[in-house]
Structure formats: structure tokens, C-alpha cells
């Protein structure tokens, strides 16, 4: 098992950024896949980006493209998001979460909430 907490979340004025962190507890965290995805007031919750296990290959979304980095270090069992050019729309709480190869995310963290002011 694996357990996830988030930090890093804010207020930052649009086109600012902010570095969201996941830190996980719990034993071979360099055997999950882990993602983020954030859920927008009165809308559903949305996927963000993923990291390989080895953090070599990495998937966005759309509106998140160029803007956003997904990153981990397996040493610190750390997974990031780094967000730029932020925009009031990526308001939301994100959320990290962690599954295995094949599985689906079963494993998620409590949230941090976002803020982008214009």
C-alpha cells in the first residue's frame, strides 16, 4: 500500500505558477504509476498528467500541454507538477493519485487546493 499527501497548492495571480508536491509513504513507491487530477467546483474530476513508474515518459492533457510538468524522484518518493502560465480556469483542487501497472488508481491523497486569481 501506499499512502499519498499533497502540498504546494495557493492564490497566484493568472500567469503565475506554483509546484505542487506528492509525497508518499509506504513501501516500492518506484512501482507505481502516479498521476494528478483536479476537480473544478460543480464539474467532474479531470486527469492532469502521468508519470511512469521510472518517470521517463510522462502523458498530459490537453489543456494542460506546454504548460504544465509532471516529474518524480523515486528517492525522496516524491512526485511534482509544476505549473506555469496559470490560468483562472485551472482553478481547482488537485489531487495525486497512484495505481499499478494494469490496475486503476486505488490509491489517493486528500487534495490541495488551487487558486487562480485574474
Known amino acids: 500500500q501506499v499512502q499519498l499527501v499533497e502540498s504546494g497548492g495557493g492564490l497566484v495571480q493568472a500567469g503565475g505558477s506554483l509546484r505542487l508536491s506528492c509525497a508518499a509513504s509506504?513501501?516500492?513507491?518506484?512501482?507505481?504509476?502516479v498521476g494528478w487530477f483536479r476537480q473544478a467546483p460543480g464539474k467532474e474530476r479531470e486527469f492532469v498528467a502521468r508519470?511512469?513508474?521510472?518517470?521517463?515518459?510522462?502523458d498530459y492533457a490537453d489543456s494542460v500541454k506546454g504548460r504544465f510538468t509532471i516529474s518524480r524522484d523515486n528517492g525522496k518518493n516524491t512526485v511534482y507538477l509544476q505549473m506555469n502560465s496559470l490560468k483562472i480556469e485551472d482553478t481547482a483542487v488537485y489531487y495525486c493519485?497512484?495505481?499499478?501497472?494494469?490496475?486503476?488508481?486505488?490509491?489517493w491523497g486528500q487534495g490541495t487546493q488551487v487558486t487562480v486569481s485574474s
Open positions: 493519485a497512484a495505481r499499478v501497472i494494469g490496475g486503476e488508481y486505488g490509491y
Open positions: 509506504g513501501r516500492a513507491f518506484s512501482s507505481y504509476v
Open positions: 508519470t511512469s513508474r521510472s518517470g521517463t515518459s510522462t
